[in-house]
């Protein structure tokens, strides 16, 4: 069966990438399908990035070099990034994630085989060469269904399925990538699924780095509380679309979720805050959680997971604002 092949776009957001940023290219130019293009964007780096990247340009013509001023997140990045990309498709990759050789091509021919617009590969967690095997396959291990947008926006609520996936560029213009906060990209990709005809699964493997210390999102900052905001845009978009009691509620499992993890993040990092990002902080966490006490109270099977972890409660705020009392002498 022979298919005219269409250009790939893949864009990559690059902010002090070094460590990493080689070996993330070298897996792009090891792909057995090539009629790609990989769109750089360079975030002003202050390191070697910019160096790393024009060496490659040099050597191959699909690696393409643009710089613009740091705008902090990936989303700023990519949408900066799209004005340059001449593909049909698109697909996104971090400065440190990894493509298996075949991921291009096994992404494109599913998506010739079956007329969709949206290949989704495996996504394995990669700590390293040899621990890479867990991650997100298929539905629950299952790569033979095909979806309508509707269904896969439904999935994703709660990342069943993954947002890795090569999509139809014609859906990324139209659909955009807004740029309110930290992970607005992730708010983004629901919508792209939403806005797609059929989702496929396919063979190819999508390595998503962990353990990197160097990445935005495992570093504490306040712009942190975004996921909170992603979460209320999502179930106001949830409302407005029609959409019932079971993925309000999924959605609103996540929201608990993100407070979780923001709350543990933050009392890390608490004795490396001076005394003002610490009293600031706690009162837009606490702010954040009184807007949305409401939430909680009302979801089936919530209660229990809440009184689990016990980070979602006044009462550990009340401890934490303590802490930050003691630790900073707050009258």
């Known amino acids: 069966m022979q298919f005219d092949l269409p250009l790939i776009s893949v864009v990559i957001p690059i ?69 340059f990309a001449d593909g049909e498709y698109f697909m ?26 949206v290949a989704i590969p495996e996504m394995r967690y990669y700590y390293d060469a040899d621990n890479c095997e867990k991650g997100i396959v298929g539905i629950k291990g299952d790569k033979s269904r095909e979806l309508i947008g509707r269904e896969a926006f439904v999935l994703s609520l709660n990342w069943t399925i993954h947002g890795f996936a090569l999509w139809s560029m014609e859906t990324i213009r139209k659909v955009g990538i807004g740029e309110y906060g930290l992970n607005s990209d992730e708010y983004a990709t629901r919508m792209f699924y939403f806005n797609s005809n059929k989702v496929v699964f396919s063979e190819g493997k999508f390595f998503y780095r962990q353990g990197n210390p160097n990445a935005i999102t495992s570093k504490w900052s ?35 979720n993100e407070f979780i993890r923001i709350m543990i993040k933050f009392k890390s990092v608490l004795k490396s805050l001076s005394k003002q990002e610490r009293l600031y902080t706690y009162k837009k966490i606490k702010s954040l959680y009184k807007i949305n006490r409401s939430k909680f109270s009302d979801i089936k099977g919530l209660k229990r997971r809440i009184i689990l972890f016990n980070w979602i409660s006044f009462d550990f705020i009340t401890t934490c604002f303590q802490l930050i009392k003691k630790n900073n002498k707050i009258d």
């Open 15 to 83: 902010y002090n990438g070094e460590k990493y940023l080689e070996e993330t290219l070298n897996s792009l130019l090891s792909q057995s399908y090539t009629n790609f293009e990989v769109v750089c964007v360079n975030d002003s780096s202050t390191d070697s990035s910019l160096e790393i990247i024009e060496n490659y340009a040099r050597l191959d013509r699909r690696i393409r070099v643009y710089t613009k001023t740091n705008g902090g997140t990936s989303a700023k990045s990519v949408n900066y990034g799209l004005q």
């Open 92 to 117: 996104y990759s971090s400065q440190d994630d990894l493509f298996s050789s075949d991921l291009i091509e096994k992404n494109v021919l599913r998506l010739l085989e079956t007329g969709a617009d």
């Open 222 to 256: 306040i712009s942190q509380l975004d996921y909170i905001k992603t979460c209320n845009k999502i179930e106001t978009f949830l409302i407005e679309n029609g959409f019932g009691y079971r993925e309000i509620a999924i959605n609103r499992q996540m929201l608990v």
